[in-house]
């Protein structure tokens, strides 16, 4: 059987109702949207879970950082204790210029008894950071807001491997 190439103006997409599945509309029409920017609740809470968790992050990895048994460790969660200051920043700064208020949030303490447990759970909450941020990427078009999600997104992956990495050496 002989199959014809996809042209330029054809798509391998599927369609749904003549359309594009790529083409359909975010999530506005399951979710609530805040009128005054036309963002859907799940956006909004996404963005205010991401500022929690960088704050409660810095919070965590100042502690961490004192407990590290050797400079290299140390400089490791330093590292991170900086990107999660600029992620912080960046999302804050979203948050205000979408909805023209300040986040209201809590931390969350993370609690520790080694180094090596504390390593732990670092590794384990920059996982699930990744998971958010690629998850809440996903839920908009807006470029300026993906473009947050993702610079965090990549910087969390790349906490997980290097503090992965230096359980192995643990």
Known sequence: MYHYPITSSQSFYPYYNN????????FQYRYPTYPQTGLNERI???ILMAIKGEATA???????????PDKEQKEDVLHAL???KKHFEAFT??????????????????????YKEG???????????YEEYR??????????????????????????????????KI
Do not use: C, W
């Open 82 to 84: 900086e990107d999660e």
């Open 93 to 114: 700064q979203l948050y205000i210029q979408l909805t023209g208020i300040k986040p209201e949030y809590s931390i969350e303490k993370v609690m520790f008894n080694s």
């Open 135 to 168: 998850d809440s990427y996903l839920l908009t078009r807006d470029q300026t807001i993906r473009d947050v999600f993702f610079l965090a997104m990549t910087d969390e992956i790349e906490h997980a491997m290097r503090f992965g990495h230096n359980l192995l």
């Open 19 to 26: 359309t594009p599945y790529q083409t359909q509309p975010d």
């Open 58 to 68: 810095i919070e965590f990895y100042k502690r961490l950082a004192k407990a590290a």
């Open 119 to 129: 390593l732990e759970r670092a590794y384990k909450m920059e996982l699930e950071a």
């Open 44 to 46: 909004l809470d996404a």
